[in-house]
T-cell receptor, first 114, second 118 residues
Framework: NAGVTQTPKFRILKIGQSMTLQCTQDMNHNYMYWYRQDPGMGLKLIYYSVGAGITDKGEVPNGYNVSRSTTEDFPLRLELAAPSQTSVYFC?????????????FGDGTRLSIL | AQSVTQLGSHVSVSEGALVLLRCNYSSSVPPYLFWYVQYPNQGLQLLLKYTTGATLVKGINGFEAEFKKSETSFHLTKPSAHMSDAAEYFCAVRIDNAGGTSYGKLTFGQGTILTVHP
């Protein structure tokens, strides 16, 4: 059982470039989330989705976009990369029947923008 | 709105010593609280959670936490530290929207890095 899989694991971008961070889960979870983690700041919620076709903004959505065409996949897109988006990005998923179910995390994508 | 504050960004203990990681929360509704652990270059793993019921919650790897409403605290403890406990620990509280919905969203504390010395 793979759980939550994120690709790529590492990436270096130039300012102004775009890229898509991929996230897929095989647990049939309806809820999915994107976070960014910066040193000493904990994790901040960027976007979340409660099911295919339904997404909503989290705490820090500016500069990012998401889509959810299937239950399994929840990609995060950076359109115009900026140095402030250098961070570690985590995707997570959870089962919705009880919203107190724990979130399952991927291993992260480490992104540097130079 | 819900929030959590972790007191101490770094905690250092000797192997075999008590581990105490502090977390205080703010919530206008009964809180649902979580502790997660992150090992280097990995994602977060759930240690334990408090929803309702018993205020002393036991988790994996010998960790436990006690929910104290009067102190708005949810401190994480382990009686005897192991070298393998070295990691970063995050306290989190469930976010409740105005209508009482959650969708499982969490807000995290800043994290506490635990170092264990031989």
């Amino acid at each position: 059982n793979a759980g939550v899989t994120q690709t790529p694991k590492f990436r270096i971008l130039k300012i102004g470039q775009s890229m898509t961070l991929q996230c897929t889960q095989d647990m049939n979870h309806n809820y999915m989330y994107w976070y960014r983690q910066d040193p000493g700041m904990g994790l901040k919620l960027i976007y979340y989705s409660v099911g295919a076709g339904i997404t909503d903004k989290g705490e820090v959505p500016n500069g990012y976009n998401v889509s959810r065409s299937t239950t399994e996949d929840f990609p995060l897109r950076l359109e115009l990369a900026a140095p402030s988006q250098t961070s570690v990005y985590f995707c997570a998923s959870s089962y919705p029947a009880d919203s107190n179910q724990p979130q399952h995390f991927g291993d992260g994508t480490r992104l540097s923008i130079l | 709105a819900q929030s959590v504050t972790q007191l101490g960004s770094h905690v250092s203990v000797s192997e075999g010593a008590l581990v105490l990681l502090r977390c205080n929360y703010s919530s206008s509704v009964p809180p649902y609280l979580f502790w997660y652990v992150q090992y280097p270059n990995q994602g977060l793993q759930l240690l334990l959670k408090y929803t309702t019921g018993a205020t002393l919650v036991k988790g994996i790897n010998g960790f436990e936490a006690e929910f104290k409403k009067s102190e708005t605290s949810f401190h994480l403890t382990k009686p005897s530290a192991h070298m393998s406990d070295a990691a970063e620990y995050f306290c989190a509280v469930r976010i409740d929207n105005a209508g009482g919905t959650s969708y499982g969203k969490l807000t995290f504390g800043q994290g506490t890095i635990l170092t264990v010395h031989p």
